[in-house]
């Protein structure tokens, strides 16, 4: 048994929660599988093995039980002594040759199921719609079944009495690719979680290889949905990643938009300002903006795979770059792809078999941004760990702490021979178990990364469809949430011929409109979880549009660095400052909202009731506004922009045209 101020928590018949402040007792039952061609049923009373203390408050408890056939469960459970919320797995494992089998070629899995009253209201919370306009993925709150005999999820919470519950599983997809999903129970009184596709493979042995599920969650609290995504948003900022340094809210800077620019404006290639001189006067006038963690973008190495720093481009590699970021207090960033190898890469030479495998086709090269040719890689196999050690040694011989990866697509690869198929799997179960496993083994690669590099943060990259976006990844990382924005396709608008396809690349209220559409995940879990890069472009409207949506937590800056004004280096030198004083608060602070995206006035207030500090940003078009707090500021107010506070605490603000102000509260 482990208690908290929360909960009590026992497993034995099935898992038990406690909801110690509302006496609500939550019965989770335990995973049936299809093991040999029968259903396993429920396994035996499981008994408890012992705890393992891991950071500080949290443990890991574990209980054994047994299946007739003989497979053996292991329930493993996380537990946070300041946290309502449990993350928990299954492993299932045999010392006789039996496997797992799929009737019909369908998952039979049931990961768990319990009841809940008639009158429960239930919710899904999802997270991974794709929402064209903005090109960017979008959460959604539903009723749960109300139009879908099932539900995605991957967030599920009913709510009964005075009680608010919580479950949910760590993968990812999107939406309607489902894995995983939710489904009632015919009486009406629960739900179980079930296996869709790509969960397990046909004759799956459980001698060779004990099978892992996803991580799940569960938690509750006293009070209604909103109550407990304020809580959850806690767990996901403090207590669900072992890795503090991804919820940090540093101020990012990435090379990339300046390469794209140089490509589309000035008709040179993408890699032409990968050199000295260009990358040492960006970190000077970063420096002088205030990012902490300065990203080069692609175009940095020779070539993939091997991930060895272009001599060409930089002959002391990057050693004179890492000292002077070093000098200046900044961290070193670098984009990657893990799911490529050059032609010629040693890496490529010793994982042949791991190259990816599309059945009937034979594997195709291609170029990867004006370097080698690359083959696509199964990081679902042996290559997962080749690669985190190239990252390893990244952070040993340069120091580099930020690992930017991009253009991993859910489904990559078909082959039986790795790590997510047998021989006798037809491609499409193979392809499925890849798109189901291949975000395990991102998280794999983050871990063995942490251990060796504890201040390592690792961002990907969701901009574009087919991206693996869930919790999953959350427990090690974070994500990069939208790179430009839409593209004129996704209006129906045909590009210059030979032009940029990038709509929104302009400084001016459109693009920072677009980017603050992200912010809707800050309700359940913090918005530094989901970087998006702003521009620093003067004039001094634009930059205060930038600043007021980038100092919200997503944090990231990128343009054409030398061409921004003195007077507007100083003006985002000022904000950033002002906003350092007060960014932990901010980061902790739950969001409170007035008017939607992009409409006539548009507020987000990030105030911490603890402290009082933090900031609230406003946006609006010509006209004078007033703006009520709902939670007081501490101490004197620092405006930006054409706001003041009153006596009473209100806000007043006027524009002249579509704008920005930022009042923050806490610095001097």
Same mark, same amino acid.
């Given at each position: 048994m482990y208690e908290n101020h929360f909960y009590r928590l026992e497993a034995g018949d099935r898992l038990s929660y406690l909801v110690k402040t509302s006496g609500r007792e939550i019965s989770i039952e335990f995973p049936k599988f299809h093991i040999d061609g029968e259903d396993s049923g429920l396994p035996s009373r499981l008994k408890a093995d012992g705890s393992i203390p891991l950071n500080e408050g949290e443990a890991l408890l574990t209980w054994t039980g047994c299946y007739a056939c003989g497979a053996k469960l292991r329930l493993e459970a996380k537990v946070q002594e300041k946290s309502p919320f449990v993350r928990f797995r299954y492993v299932?494992?045999?010392?006789?040759?039996?496997?797992?089998?799929?009737?019909?070629?369908?998952?039979?899995?049931?990961?768990?199921?319990?009841?809940?009253?008639?009158?429960?209201?239930?919710?899904?919370?999802?997270?991974?719609?794709?929402?064209?306009?903005?090109?960017?993925?979008?959460?959604?709150?539903?009723?749960?079944?109300?139009?879908?005999?099932?539900?995605?999820?991957?967030?599920?919470v009913e709510e009964w009495g005075d009680t608010a519950m919580l479950t949910a599983y760590e993968?990812?997809?999107?939406?309607?690719?489902?894995?995983?999903?939710?489904?009632?129970?015919?009486?009406?009184?629960?739900?179980?979680?079930?296996?869709?596709?790509?969960?397990?493979w046909q004759g799956q042995s459980l001698q060779n290889e004990p099978y892992e599920t996803v991580w799940f969650q569960l938690g509750a609290v006293r009070g209604d949905i909103n109550c407990l995504a304020k809580a959850y948003r806690e767990f996901q900022l403090k207590y669900c990643c072992a890795n503090g340094e991804s919820r940090k809210?540093?101020?990012?800077?990435?090379?990339?938009?300046?390469?794209?620019?140089?490509?589309?404006?000035?008709?040179?290639?993408?890699?032409?300002?990968?050199?000295?001189?260009?990358?040492?006067?960006?970190?000077?006038?970063?420096?002088?903006?205030?990012?902490?963690?300065?990203?080069?973008?692609?175009?940095?190495?020779?070539?993939?795979?091997?991930?060895?720093?272009?001599?060409?481009?930089f002959p002391d590699g990057l050693k004179e770059v890492k000292e002077k970021l070093t000098g200046y207090g900044m961290k070193l960033g670098l984009w990657?792809?893990?799911?490529?190898?050059?032609?010629?890469?040693?890496?490529?030479?010793?994982?042949?078999?791991?190259?990816?495998?599309?059945?009937?086709?034979?594997?195709?090269?291609?170029?990867?941004?004006?370097?080698?040719?690359?083959?696509?890689?199964?990081?679902v196999s042996h290559a997962w760990e080749a690669f985190a050690n190239q990252l390893i040694r990244l952070y040993r011989e340069l120091g580099v702490t930020y690992f930017k990866w991009d253009a991993v697509d859910l489904y990559g690869c078909e082959s039986g021979g790795h790590f997510h198929g047998g021989p006798e799997s037809s491609a499409q179960e193979s392809g499925e178990c890849y798109a189901f496993l291949i975000g395990r083994y991102l998280t794999k690669i983050v871990e063995k990364l942490s251990e060796e590099c504890p201040e390592a943060?690792?961002?990907?990259?969701?901009?574009e469809c087919r991206r693996y976006f869930g919790l999953g990844f959350l427990s090690a990382g974070k994500f990069f949430a939208v790179n430009n924005g839409p593209y004129f396709q996704d209006y129906d608008i045909? *590009?210059?011929?030979?032009?940029?396809?990038? =709509? &929104?690349?302009?400084?001016?209220? +459109?693009?920072?409109?677009?980017? #603050?559409?992200?912010?809707?995940?800050?309700?359940?879990?913090?918005?530094?979880?989901?970087?998006t890069h702003y521009l620093p472009d003067d004039p001094e409207s634009s930059q205060l549009l930038n600043l007021a949506s980038l100092i919200?937590?997503?944090?990231?800056?990128?343009?054409?660095? *030398?061409?921004?004004?003195?007077?507007?280096? =100083? &003006?985002?030198?000022?904000?950033? +400052?002002?906003?350092?004083?007060? #960014?932990?608060?901010?980061?902790?602070?739950?969001?409170?909202?007035?008017?939607?995206?992009?409409?006539?006035?548009?507020?987000?207030?990030?105030?911490?009731?603890?402290?009082?500090?933090g900031v609230v940003c406003l946006f609006g078009s010509t006209g004078q506004y007033q703006y009520c707090l709902e939670n007081p500021g501490a101490g004197e107010a620092k405006v930006f922009g054409s706001a003041r506070v009153t006596e009473n605490g209100d806000i007043e603000v006027s524009f002249q045209e579509t704008g920005a102000a930022i009042v923050f509260f806490g610095c001097t």
């Amino acid at each position: 048994m482990y208690e908290n101020h929360f909960y009590r928590l026992e497993a034995g018949d099935r898992l038990s929660y406690l909801v110690k402040t509302s006496g609500r007792e939550i019965s989770i039952e335990f995973p049936k599988f299809h093991i040999d061609g029968e259903d396993s049923g429920l396994p035996s009373r499981l008994k408890a093995d012992g705890s393992i203390p891991l950071n500080e408050g949290e443990a890991l408890l574990t209980w054994t039980g047994c299946y007739a056939c003989g497979a053996k469960l292991r329930l493993e459970a996380k537990v946070q002594e300041k946290s309502p919320f449990v993350r928990f797995r299954y492993v299932l494992w045999a010392e006789s040759p039996l496997c797992l089998t799929k009737p019909q070629g369908h998952d039979q899995v049931t990961y768990l199921a319990y009841t809940s009253p008639n009158e429960a209201v239930r919710t899904e919370v999802r997270l991974s719609d794709y929402d064209f306009r903005l090109h960017s993925y979008c959460l959604s709150e539903l009723p749960a079944f109300a139009r879908e005999p099932n539900a995605m999820g991957p967030i599920l919470v009913e709510e009964w009495g005075d009680t608010a519950m919580l479950t949910a599983y760590e993968h990812g997809s999107q939406y309607p690719d489902k894995f995983l999903a939710y489904y009632p129970q015919r009486d009406g009184c629960g739900v179980s979680l079930r296996a869709v596709k790509g969960n397990t493979w046909q004759g799956q042995s459980l001698q060779n290889e004990p099978y892992e599920t996803v991580w799940f969650q569960l938690g509750a609290v006293r009070g209604d949905i909103n109550c407990l995504a304020k809580a959850y948003r806690e767990f996901q900022l403090k207590y669900c990643c072992a890795n503090g340094e991804s919820r940090k809210p540093y101020i990012f800077y990435n090379t990339w938009a300046f390469q794209e620019r140089n490509k589309f404006y000035n008709q040179a290639a993408y890699l032409d300002s990968m050199n000295y001189n260009r990358i040492c006067q960006e970190i000077d006038i970063a420096h002088q903006l205030g990012v902490d963690v300065f990203v080069i973008d692609t175009g940095w190495y020779r070539k993939t795979g091997d991930w060895q720093v272009d001599l060409e481009r930089f002959p002391d590699g990057l050693k004179e770059v890492k000292e002077k970021l070093t000098g200046y207090g900044m961290k070193l960033g670098l984009w990657f792809n893990p799911t490529v190898a050059a032609k010629s890469s040693q890496l490529l030479a010793e994982n042949q078999d791991t190259i990816a495998e599309k059945r009937g086709q034979p594997p195709q090269a291609f170029p990867i941004w004006e370097t080698e040719e690359s083959y696509p890689m199964c990081i679902v196999s042996h290559a997962w760990e080749a690669f985190a050690n190239q990252l390893i040694r990244l952070y040993r011989e340069l120091g580099v702490t930020y690992f930017k990866w991009d253009a991993v697509d859910l489904y990559g690869c078909e082959s039986g021979g790795h790590f997510h198929g047998g021989p006798e799997s037809s491609a499409q179960e193979s392809g499925e178990c890849y798109a189901f496993l291949i975000g395990r083994y991102l998280t794999k690669i983050v871990e063995k990364l942490s251990e060796e590099c504890p201040e390592a943060i690792v961002d990907m990259d969701i901009t574009e469809c087919r991206r693996y976006f869930g919790l999953g990844f959350l427990s090690a990382g974070k994500f990069f949430a939208v790179n430009n924005g839409p593209y004129f396709q996704d209006y129906d608008i045909q *590009p210059p011929e030979n032009g940029w396809i990038n =709509a &929104l690349v302009h400084p001016g209220p +459109a693009r920072a409109r677009i980017c #603050r559409g992200v912010l809707d995940y800050d309700k359940w879990f913090p918005s530094v979880l989901m970087m998006t890069h702003y521009l620093p472009d003067d004039p001094e409207s634009s930059q205060l549009l930038n600043l007021a949506s980038l100092i919200l937590g997503q944090n990231g800056v990128w343009g054409d660095l *030398p061409k921004v004004s003195e007077k507007g280096r =100083a &003006l985002f030198s000022q904000v950033i +400052a002002a906003y350092k004083q007060v #960014r932990e608060d901010i980061t902790a602070a739950y969001p409170v909202r007035l008017g939607k995206q992009g409409s006539t006035f548009e507020v987000y207030e990030k105030i911490n009731q603890a402290t009082g500090k933090g900031v609230v940003c406003l946006f609006g078009s010509t006209g004078q506004y007033q703006y009520c707090l709902e939670n007081p500021g501490a101490g004197e107010a620092k405006v930006f922009g054409s706001a003041r506070v009153t006596e009473n605490g209100d806000i007043e603000v006027s524009f002249q045209e579509t704008g920005a102000a930022i009042v923050f509260f806490g610095c001097t």
